[in-house]
Each structure stands twice: as C-alpha cells, then as structure tokens.
C-alpha cells in the first residue's frame, strides 16, 4: 500500500507524514510525542535550545511516546559578524521607540557586545548520548565524522534540500532521507549557500519534488505549503515518499507558538506571506507586517546570519510579552488559509492521511 513507503520502514514509522522540526518553541515535547503517537514522525525543533534543555525535552518526549521521534538542528556557521552593527542599531532603534524599548546605542555611544552562542557540538553530543532515533538538519549538511557517528549508533539522518543540485550533495554525503523544500515553505529557506541564491532558491514545491525524486535513490519527502490530505496525495504522485509539514501543526492544541500568532496565521491567506531577512539575517517565509514593512523603508541591509537574529531578539521577545504580533516573527507558508485552529496534532495526522487515502484509491478506480 502506497502509505506503507519507505520511509515509514526506514524511520520506524506507521504513516509517511513528518512534523517539521520548527526552532523557536512551537515544537513542544507534547507536540511531538502526539505526532508520533498518532503515527507519523514528531520532531523537536531544537535549533536554539541550549543542549540541557534539549536533553529535559528529549527525555519528556520519551515518557510520552515509545514511538520514533527526531530532533531538527541547524548546520550551518555561528559565527558573528558586528561589522555594521551601529548602522543595523540605528535601524532598529525606529522599531524600539515605537514598541517603547531603549536604543540599543546612542548616536555615537559606546555599542553593546552582543554574541551568539555556538552549541551545535553539544547539541549533537546530546542527540547520540539520549539515543534519539532520527537527526534532521536545516541549511547544509554533516561532516564525516558526524555522520559516520550517527551511524554507529543507527541514527537516521534527514537532510533538507531547496535544488537538485543540494538533493544530490546531500545524497552523496550520506543523507538517508531528502526533504525537498519548495520556496512556498513557511520558515528558513533551507538554501545551503546563499551566495548562490541570496534570497534562498525560489522552486516552487510543485517543481521541486519530481525533479529532486528523478536524480536521487533515497526517499524524497515534499514539504512546502502542504496542509491536508489533497497536498500528501499530490506529493506521492509527484514522486515523494511522504511529506514534511510545519504551518499546519502551528495552531493545533498542543502547539507552543504564540497564541497572537496563532491568530496571525488564521487570519491571514495566500497573498499574506514574504521571504525576509530581516528578522534573521537568513532568507525566511512569515507573514509580512510592520516590523517587515519598517525595515524595507528604512533601507538598511540586515546583519548576516545569525549577528541579525541575535541583534532583533530583544524585539521579538518584548513584543511577544507585548501581544504585539507586528514585531514579532510569525513563520508561515503560503497555505495558510488551510490553517484550522480547533484539533489536537494527533486529529491532524489522522485526518491527512484518511482523506489522502481516499483520494489515492478513487484515482485507482478511475483508472
Ligand atoms: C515556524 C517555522 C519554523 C521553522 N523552523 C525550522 C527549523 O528550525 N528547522 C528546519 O529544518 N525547518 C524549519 N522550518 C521549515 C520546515 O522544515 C518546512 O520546510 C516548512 O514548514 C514546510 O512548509 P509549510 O510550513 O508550508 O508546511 C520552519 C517552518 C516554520 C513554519
């Protein structure tokens, strides 16, 4: 049966639906352990967590589901970059005045010392210490030391790729499963170089995934604006294994994103989101607002990944606090006007893969 694939043997999985692993704490524990219990693959989005916290959620996790379950990191460099911080301050200070903050400088004062930390080698030692069953990775890959680790301790590796060209690095490199994120994907475009494609690489979902499932052997996951059982059925038909879903699971029960956010997402349709750097200093799709529409008047240039991520989360926290969803980042894809806000992850997952089913099998019969 086309819902028995193989991804469902190689992660250990009952159904090929994956809970994209989203940093920021949308990804509770009880929202993975219901995505796995339900039968797809949970994933934490552990991106930003520091490596205890990583290892208390990973724990929690496992009290809650015996079930496989992953745990999504970024590989890409941590190094800071402060080259134009008076200048990026003095963007930013427009935003501060208007959500009642301090300036981060004064005109020509003294410029605070921001840092951001660089945990991706505990992260990972905590990843293979508590045994978690799959590792996935946003922004690049794995060097060969890490990967051959992982695979003596049979950790299954998922790498996130926006071209052919990454599809078939990631491959090369030992990947056992490729998502292939299209540009309607909410979040990170999950672009390796973006000296290649500043604005990450812009292939739809649709374009994407049967060109990425004809020049690879591993199993391809489609991810990119799917929200129900319609985009899981098209996206075997294009070629994939399964799918890789994040929006859909920001607003169910057991979710951890801001409930202003939450809101923000319902209410907003396919024309609402953008690709950005302004929050991050990454490419990234969320719903465009006023901190978006401050920072392209003001003509500044964001900082580089991560000095820009570091340098805005004083505003994303305090607006948050706020219930001010205008500076804050709300990450989303651009079928949003799928969202629905009145069932648990686990109803998710079931209600995808009922209605996928029946479309699959009255194709069959027409045929
Ligand atoms: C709020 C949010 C945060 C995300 N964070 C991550 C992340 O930390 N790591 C990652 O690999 N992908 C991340 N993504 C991208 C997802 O892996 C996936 O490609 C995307 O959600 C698919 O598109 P959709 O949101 O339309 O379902 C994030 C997506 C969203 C919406």
């Not at 916290?53 to 724990?59: C, G, L, N, Q």
């Not at 003001?298 to 219930?323: C, D, V, W, Y």
């Not at 500076?327 to 209600?351: C, I, K």
Request: charged share 25%; net charge neutral.
């Amino acid at each position: 049966m086309w819902s028995e694939s193989s991804i469902c043997k190689l992660l250990g999985i009952q159904y090929p639906l994956i809970q994209a692993g989203m940093a920021g704490g949308a990804t509770t524990p009880e929202l993975v352990a219901a995505v796995s219990e339900a039968g797809g693959l949970g994933t934490l989005g552990a991106a930003y967590m520091k490596p205890e916290a990583i290892r208390s959620a990973v724990r929690r996790i496992s009290e809650l589901t015996k079930r496989p379950f992953a745990v999504n990191l970024f590989s890409v460099s941590m190094q800071d970059d402060w080259r134009r911080q008076r200048e990026a301050e003095r963007a930013l200070n427009a935003v501060r005045e208007r959500i009642g903050l301090k300036p981060g400088s004064e005109a020509d004062g003294e410029l605070r010392t921001l840092h951001t930390p660089d945990w991706f080698r505990e992260q990972l030692t905590v990843v293979l210490e508590e045994s978690v069953p799959v590792l996935s990775t946003a922004f690049g890959l794995l060097n060969e030391a890490d990967r051959e680790a992982l695979q003596r301790r049979g950790v299954r590796f998922i790498a996130m790729a926006t071209t052919v060209r990454e599809a078939l690095e990631a491959e090369r490199r030992g990947a056992d499963v490729i998502v292939a994120q299209g540009s309607d994907a909410g979040g990170h475009r999950g672009t390796f170089h973006l000296t290649d494609h500043p604005d990450g690489a812009q292939v739809g979902t649709f374009s994407l995934v049967p060109q990425v499932a004809d020049a690879v052997q591993v199993p391809v996951v489609a991810a990119g604006g799917i929200m129900d059982g319609r985009g899981l059925a098209a996206a075997i038909m294009l070629g994939a294994q399964g799918v890789q879903m994040g929006t859909a699971f920001l607003t169910c029960r057991e979710s951890g994103a801001h409930p202003a956010y939450q809101q923000a997402i319902t209410a907003s349709n396919e024309e609402s989101t953008v690709i950005t750097k302004v929050f991050s200093g990454r490419p990234a799709r969320g719903i465009r607002n006023t901190f978006i529409d401050m920072m392209d008047e003001s003509g500044h240039k964001p900082l580089p990944f991560p000095s820009q991520n570091t340098l805005t989360g004083e505003i994303r926290r305090h607006a948050a606090e706020m219930n001010e969803p205008e500076y804050m980042s709300l990450w989303a894809g651009q079928a949003t006007r799928l969202s629905r806000s009145d069932r648990t992850a686990g109803e998710l997952v079931h209600s995808v893969m009922k209605e996928a089913e029946r479309l699959l099998k009255s194709r069959k019969q027409d045929a």
